[in-house]
């Protein structure tokens, strides 16, 4: 098969019992010896360790918390903390009543 038109499709994995897609991931050389020290310290392969950390990937949240739906808005209250920081039954005083 040529270069660039392997199969789309998954590969069964006999050791795992699952099918799987192989992939190649590029580390600088920090990287790579510490993937290495990881597998041989736990006693796994590489691939199980990389696939452990991309089940377990959790996006760090986002610290821009300046929307710009309420950019240009003034205050109309004197209250000086940021509306994120107001508890709730506070900000809904006054409706419903």
């Known amino acids: 098969m ?3 038109s392997e199969p789309r499709y998954p590969t069964f ?3 795992l019992g699952i099918a799987m897609r192989k992939t190649s991931v590029y580390l600088d050389d920090r990287e ?17 360790i990389l696939r452990e950390a991309v089940a377990s990937y959790q996006p760090k949240p986002s610290q821009d918390r300046n ?16 509306i994120s920081q107001i508890p ?9 009543s």
């Open 67 to 82: 929307f710009a739906l309420a950019a240009g808005f003034a205050r109309i209250d004197k209250d000086p903390r940021p």
């Open 2 to 4: 040529a270069r660039g």
């Open 32 to 48: 790579a010896e510490r993937l290495a020290r990881l597998a041989h310290q736990e006693g796994r392969s590489q691939a199980e």
């Open 13 to 15: 994995c006999p050791i």
């Open 88 to 96: 709730e039954h506070e900000l809904l005083e006054g409706f419903g």
